[in-house]
């Protein structure tokens, strides 16, 4: 199935300590970090964080940005007929750019092509801003908005022994996923993924971790669903952040997949961090 054509760009979380968690991502990701208004934000090369003040464990918004004209037409037809979400100046996003609310009230916004984040990038080695995760109370609402109204396509479902939907992982591009969704507790963010290109890259950014003394708390690994190897650390707010590499590339017509909700699903190489 085709993919509405798009990568993620930027995210913007919450917390009620901002500027601690800003400095987190400026240090911890080679983000220099600059203040607009209210609004902390990191950025780099391929890779955008902004933090604001609010509740811990929330996505604000995530922007999204088209790669053709065409596929940018195809979405603003597509989005003509869904519920819009208003979209402050402050955002700095394009005049033009549309946004959607899903189920549990995450903003979800998208931008045409040829507006360039281009920076200065001082990490170690490329990490580009791939994908996220929320979790969810209700995941099979979540996974119909994303699916039926966003356009994006699911390459892999988790279920558990009785049928019931606990994860899902959809597309937006060639890349595995662009955003994971799980079943969880309750509702919330969950984590980033800077993809970097290959194992090189993971253990430069893992010695980085090290020198900074920030502790690896999963991983390294191997995910089922996408194949990519990873390392998680917690932010500040207890927000996962992990460096991953490898991700699959999906055909067009790859069917989508079922796994076992278990541990081995989430990190083939042992122990994972359940949401469920």
Known sequence: MSTISAA????????????MLADFYAT?????????????RCRAHQRMVEVSAGPANRLRYALFRLETAQAWKRLRERLAQA????????????PDALAAIDPDGNVIAFEGPGRIDAQHDAAPAPAQL?????????????????????????????VNEQGELRA?????????????????????????????????????????????????????????????AFFMVRDPDGNLAEISAEIESCAEDRPAGRWPHEERTLNLWGKAIMRS
Request: a negative charge; one cysteine or more; glycine letters at 8%.
């Open 28 to 40: 911890v990701y080679a983000m220099p970090m600059e203040k607009s208004g209210d609004t902390w």
């Open 168 to 228: 899902c992982f959809l597309r937006v591009n060639h890349l595995h996923h662009a955003l994971a969704l799980f079943a969880a507790p309750s509702a919330g963010y969950d984590h980033q993924s800077f993809e970097t290109p290959d194992w090189d890259g993971l253990k430069r950014w893992a010695d980085r971790m090290g020198e900074l003394r920030q502790t690896i708390v999963w991983g390294v690994g191997r995910h089922g669903p996408g194949n990519d």
């Open 8 to 19: 993620l760009q930027r995210l913007h979380i919450t917390s009620p300590q901002p500027q």
């Open 130 to 158: 791939q994908h996220f995760a929320l979790r969810t109370q209700q995941i099979e609402a979540m996974v119909a908005f994303y699916e039926n109204v966003l356009g994006f396509v699911v390459s892999d479902k988790v």
């Open 83 to 94: 519920p819009g979400a208003a979209l402050p100046a402050e955002w700095g996003l394009a």
